[in-house]
């Protein structure tokens, strides 16, 4: 079992979404405009919309916190909903068509009911404002060893990005991702994504994309190779396709492992003298460190 | 918290693998021979090591197991070693030679060794017999409710075949499967795969590969949508990239929405008359229901 | 693992309490003014310390509810304190004196800290409210099987009751308690206890007590005789021991039982026509159902 | 959720009994000779039924260990049955009459079966031999911080003996408790004890017992005040509880605190400058340390 866990809370049109993070050591400190630009990032992006005009999401926690740090107790951090009607039926009303893509049909045959209103209120993407609470807390405790996170889109339907993140390059790339409206650290690129995004709002369409990422400063030896379900590989991919609407998540090279050879793929170990630390040589393909992801 | 769950145990060399199952509901007939005819296509496949030849695996339950059926109580299926050497220091030595590709490097910085022998033998390829047994157990559970589950090689290296199983053609294809010494369905690709493995031996490589599985008759309604890791999509993900060498999974149509409108990849829900229920639509592009998944 | 289950968070001097509740069904109706009469009992009783009179308890549901019934998704009932200081300094400042039969040495040890503060902010009793919400709930829960769950006290120091609850005439000690602020249904073992408190209140000093709990309807074949901790008697002994100042935990007979033979301590088994089911029957001491429970 | 967990399996009458370990640290030494005495001092005690005769348990692990020492993967440490007859119906046969004070009514209806079999084989205290293995394992991993348990039988019936251990007495008691054959390091009340279970012998009956479990040499801070299942007095008092047969557990002074005041049961703080610790000083009446626990 992990030492560090969250659990999620909370409706879409409710009082406010919660997570549940248990395993914070006492005294970590916790950077809440750290926090809060982090749910600010989530609300962004060219042609979101009308939901996050109405909220602009603020972290609160609410427990297990004290002057800036974790107390050791259960952390639970609040994000709540301007957009608060899930009591009144007129401004919630029953839902009776599911939608496709949605669990609108799956939870309504779970519950046995013909009115969608409260899956899709649980099942809804506003969830992800309390994981990405709850991920931005577990980047104030990585950073203590140095630890850092660097996300972005790659692109989506026919624009993808090439950019190739390293050690070296990601501030810069860091910096591009966030002077773009559609995440995309590569200005020409972003701006083809703009305009598929554009063509689907004419066309009452909506675009698929690709989300990258990476992490740096990662030491060697996390997860577990000795039971199935705590293997790093494992626990990313679960925590990547439990996030509405990703049908794919890949680690280092992906599935294009599948059309290579083992001498293609297997990166080889060699000591770093400068780093003073044995690691896995660069080979002419991208690195398969477990800590770099893609997921679609 | 899922009721029904497993972990295994064992070593490579040791006296043998266990699978622990709690959950089996009492009563429920266990079928030994097709448990161990699942074990027996595992060892199989064209161009495997020695091991297989050793080995010839046989699931045997010591707990939880009466005259056929499951009791109730946590049922352990042992699969037992022929090869067990742990304990004799001279035919299992110390490894010192951490090798690309697994998890020799990772166990030894995390246990403070230069002896990768001990994770190795827990990081073992053969630790995936204890998961087979298991899985067909669970065959046996999905069976009571006429939900069948057929896996198959899509090929590997630049030999992929484009067969598209359904519930139609399925047997067919399982009957294709089982003749081919690759798994593949598709004697042409089969073919084109078994030089790639013959070439990749010459050259002392290995090759890549694209494994698919597809589940029948599965209903509406299973995972959860009120937890992020309880969703269907993120068990079976983690699940998949907790068996060694994994390095993507997909469902459905999976990292090819990323290119893809929503119109493309949502499928239409209608009522079928015929089977008397709600059901999704085929789309013109393969059905992204989340039991269908491949991984690489 | 239990399908319904709960953990709290929260500290005594926080902005509140909270319930984190899994696994109750969608569709249950709860009694919002029950759980608040449960919250006011916990307030009450003859001595209490002043932090009874600042605080009104009340349970605010914040997830997981809907017009009067559980969504199904995880429910947060939330208990918010009006002493909500634990940010000023001044007026929660740093414990340096570890109290007697509190965890504030353990926790100061355990967190290397001389600032006894955090611990007790989250060990404090106060903490019990959050339980009993939960338990309110619960209660909901097992009131749509006719399960009953009447608590008492019956007595501290050298007042102890004798009161006998059985199916007949538990509420009519329920009603006894109710009107008792010491919460024993023996109006005069509870004027001696109240003179205890008083002269317990003039030494500086507290006195100990002993609650007893019985609970009516409930079937056989709850729990499990399948892991040690899933037992029904493992896991009451565990959420009772579990609470702030108990130190034993007895189930039927309890204790007693060692100084008994075994034929003066299980129950016979009979077949009770009328009640159409076989039943343990009584004998001449206390039944040893695994419902009926003391804790000292 | 605890680092360091086990769970057990196996019947009666089946193959054999398996504990499975969780969490030990790689390379930690076990003494299977320690572990073997432990099971034979569980086999053993006056008046112990005809089973004991049959088998003479020994510890096999068979998985996480390699020459010596634990290889930080799952340990799993079986305890064969001789009495090995699950699979043969006439020695095994159906158990129709449901006796008092077993699992085999509430397991029956649990199961809606008019068999008790299973649910006896599974439920039978047979099954303690595995948590006699798992427990000699934990202890060679605590004797490793330099803790030590030190467990009795206080006595049954009314010969109840007064010895009362600590650290300087405890091995001088352990060595009498070695000596006797039914557990009490204390003559004159074995000598007691002994005539009750002969005359419960000729009656037919059975007799009641208490018995005590010291730690000596563990310190402070384990277990946590944050969540109230990890409390050490919870996780106790649940394992305790989790044993066929108990029904009463008391942590230190136990159910009587019920009759003392708060100046009585709680121990003074002060420093040790000898141990150079800060400590619990030594009252009039027994400590209350939560190792200290008594179960009936």
């Known amino acids: ?18 997570a549940w993070i248990d395993g914070l050591p006492q ?12 749910l600010l990032r989530r609300q962004g992006g060219y042609g979101r919309g009308g ?4 909220e602009t999401d603020r972290a609160e926690i609410i427990t297990g916190f004290r002057r800036g740090h974790a107390t ?37 045959v779970k519950w046995l009911t ?17 994981r990405v609470a709850a991920g931005a807390i577990a980047r104030c405790f990585l950073r203590e060893f140095g630890i850092e996170v660097f ?31 559609v995440y995309v650290p590569d200005d020409a690129v972003g701006e083809r994504l703009r305009a598929a995004i554009r063509q689907a709002k004419v066309d009452k369409d909506t675009v698929g994309g690709l989300v990258e990422a990476h992490v740096f400063g990662c030491p ?25 609407a990703f049908k794919g998540v890949e680690i280092g090279m992906g599935c294009e492992c599948a059309r290579l050879n083992g001498s293609q793929v297997h990166d080889p170990i060699a000591y770093d003298a400068a780093l003073k630390r044995r690691r896995h040589l660069d080979s002419s393909v991208p690195p398969t460190t477990p800590a770099d992801s893609r997921a679609a």
């Not at 079992?1 to 919660?18: F, I, K, R, V």
């Not at 005294?27 to 982090?38: C, Q, T, V, Y």
């Not at 939901?51 to 109405?54: L, N, P």
């Not at 060697?220 to 509405?244: E, F, N, P, T, Y």
């Open 51 to 54: 939901r996050q005009k109405i």
């Open 1 to 18: 079992m992990p030492t560090l866990s969250y659990t999620t809370a909370g409706e879409s049109h409710g009082p406010g979404l919660l």
């Open 27 to 38: 005294g970590l400190e916790l950077d809440l405009e750290f926090i809060d630009n982090e």
């Open 151 to 181: 996300g972005f889109v790659r692109g989506g339907m026919d624009a993808m990005s090439e950019v190739a993140p390293d050690e070296n390059n990601w501030r810069e790339l860091l910096a591009l991702r966030d002077a773009s409206d």
């Open 72 to 108: 050791g107790s259960p952390l639970v951090v609040r994000v709540a909903n301007k957009d608060d009607r899930l009591d009144d039926l007129e401004k919630t009303p029953p839902v009776h068509r599911p939608r496709p893509g949605h669990a609108d049909l799956a939870g309504s």
């Open 114 to 130: 013909t009115d969608c209103r409260e899956t899709l209120e649980r099942a809804s993407a506003r969830e992800t404002a309390a």
């Open 220 to 244: 060697i030896g996390l997860g577990s190779c000795m039971h199935w379900d705590q293997k790093l590989d494992s626990r990313i991919a679960g925590a990547v396709m439990g996030i509405q």
